[in-house]
């Protein structure tokens, strides 16, 4: 299949999809030309980790030149950025196509990417049921899973990456922090948000994330040359060890979701891997003290926004005697739940809560790293520079859910209160507040199999369970890896689905599957 008629796909496919939402805006057919009027996805060979003329989506977070970056926001719908972001403008060094702006749930804040100022994203089940695609980087995750692109970026705070993957049933990726430069990228918290990518396979995944994988000066964050040279490992494992989380298996853990992630741990055991009880007691206080730093950081950097320096401004007269002046615009410019947060981060920084909940997060912070640098065969670079000698009763690798149930119904979310829907967070914040990479694999529910007559290739119409890989900080390959070799154990031959149409009903062929 000529690369042209890939793209002709994805463009297909956005134009069928449009309804579920995904994008805030496109780029049109006729403006994807290079200088000589050729169209920029018609070119010759590609080597095998080639990401040249692929079509990428950008969450709509991330700046583009070309495109508005508005995040979802109303007191940024009008605005136009005059740079690329880093990792855009790395894409495009490499040829990439960027084809669109993904929606969003506004500034990052959200679980169900419902909280955008362009209307909510969704995907629909059996008999039209619309369903969660999970936030903040629903847009992202949606537009893989339907072939609207052949893969795009997101940002993960405390799982905006991972949990939109695993509802969505494609592959979410989120690299150990300050390995992805964040120059150009819309912040909501600063010392947690993290670039990172979704693929319809790893390997497609990692060959973004090795493009994307170098030091930015333009980002202070940016984990320089000298430390990433301690990332590599004197010796790959034969043999993993797996670590399993006792503390990850909590009450509300659906039964469907625990048989899927001991499916996992057993395809891995018969495999000669071993597996191997773990304890990280903190996980318990993780979430509580995320939801404490995140807004904090959030309130700071969205001060800037008030119509005057940056975001539009409200019609007619903005303040009262009573009010400063940029009221009525953050008040009309900001949704409900990025202003419940704003205020929730203000409090936790006021002068009487800072010792007894920012200082006291602060220290759960510590404690969740304490916990994952325990368990690791690998030391953590950052705390060991002298090198990276693995301990013999530490774990390479654990595994685990991702969320703990599957997608709800949009109908269902819409009852939810705003503290029901911060606890899908709970297994991917502490790989957040620890800053490790965690990558999610997409596992149909036990006997959703059964909806497509035997495969076991995820789709919209299958409830999709996600199991979650953590590593060491710097361990990015190695995650990469271990989801490979899930994905080489589920995705046999006789699994696919056949050419014509696949799982979400787009037009396809075998070798689109395959990619």
């Not at 970056?69 to 403008?89: N, Q, R, W």
């Not at 959200?110 to 969660?132: D, L, N, P, W």
């Not at 430390?227 to 399993?244: C, H, K, M, Y």
Request: hydrophobic share 35%.
């Amino acid at each position: 299949m000529s690369l042209s008629k890939h793209a002709k796909t994805y463009l297909l496919n956005q134009s069928k999809h449009r309804h579920l939402n995904a994008f805030n805006s496109r780029v049109e057919p006729s403006m994807l030309t290079r200088n000589d009027g050729t169209k920029s996805n018609v070119v010759g060979e590609q080597t095998a980790n080639s990401i040249s003329d692929r079509p990428i989506a950008i969450k709509d977070n991330i700046c583009t030149k070309h495109l508005k970056t508005t995040a979802s926001s109303g007191i940024l719908k009008d605005f136009s950025s005059p740079y690329d972001a880093t990792v855009v403008k790395l894409l495009q060094d490499e040829g990439a196509v960027v084809v669109g702006k993904t929606n969003m749930d506004e500034f990052g804040m959200g679980s169900h990417s419902t909280h955008s100022h362009f209307g909510r994203v969704m995907m629909q089940r059996y008999e039209g049921e619309e369903a969660s695609v999970g936030g903040s980087s629903g847009g992202s995750a949606l537009a893989v899973a339907t072939s609207q692109c052949w893969a795009a970026l997101g940002t993960d705070t405390g799982g905006s990456v991972r949990l939109p993957a695993a509802y969505t049933g494609v592959i979410g990726f989120k690299p150990s922090y300050g390995l992805l430069s964040r120059w150009g990228v819309i912040a909501y918290a600063n010392s947690l948000d993290t670039v990172g990518i979704f693929g319809r396979n790893v390997e497609n995944v990692k060959n973004v994330f090795n493009k994307l994988n170098i030091h930015d000066a333009h980002d202070p964050t940016s984990v320089p040359n000298t430390t990433r040279a301690r990332f590599r490992r004197e010796n790959r494992p034969v043999s993993l060890r797996i670590g399993i989380p006792l503390d990850y298996n909590i009450d509300t853990l659906q039964p469907a979701v625990r048989r899927a992630w001991i499916l996992r741990l057993r395809q891995l055991w018969d495999r000669g891997h071993t597996l191997h009880p773990i304890r990280l007691p903190t996980t318990q206080q993780a979430l509580s003290a995320y939801y404490v730093l995140a807004p904090a950081e959030a309130s700071s950097n969205l001060a800037k926004y008030d119509g005057v320096r940056f975001g539009s401004r409200a019609e007619g007269i903005d303040g009262t005697p009573d009010s400063v002046l940029f009221a009525k615009t953050r008040g009309q410019g900001f949704g409900p739940e990025v202003q419940r947060r704003i205020l929730l981060g203000a409090f936790s920084l006021s002068a009487q809560a800072m010792n007894n909940y920012f200082i006291q997060a602060q220290k759960v912070r510590r404690l969740v790293q304490q916990d994952f640098n325990r368990v690791f065969a690998l030391p953590n670079p950052l705390f060991d520079p002298e090198g990276l000698s693995a301990k013999a009763e530490g774990v390479d690798v654990i595994i685990c859910p991702t969320v703990p149930s599957v997608a709800p119904s949009l109908a269902e979310v819409e009852t939810q209160d705003p503290v029901h829907s911060y606890m899908n967070d709970v297994f991917t914040v502490p790989a957040s507040l620890a800053g490790l990479p965690s990558i999610t694999f997409p596992t149909p529910a036990p006997g959703s199999e059964e909806k497509l007559g035997g495969s076991t290739i995820p789709g919209p119409f299958l409830n999709t369970i996600g199991i979650q890989i953590i590593g060491q900080y710097g361990d990015d390959q190695l995650v990469l890896d271990t989801a490979k070799f899930l994905e080489e154990i589920t995705r046999t031959p006789q699994n696919r689905t056949g050419p014509g149409v696949n799982a979400w009903g787009n037009v396809t062929d075998s070798d689109t599957q395959a990619e």
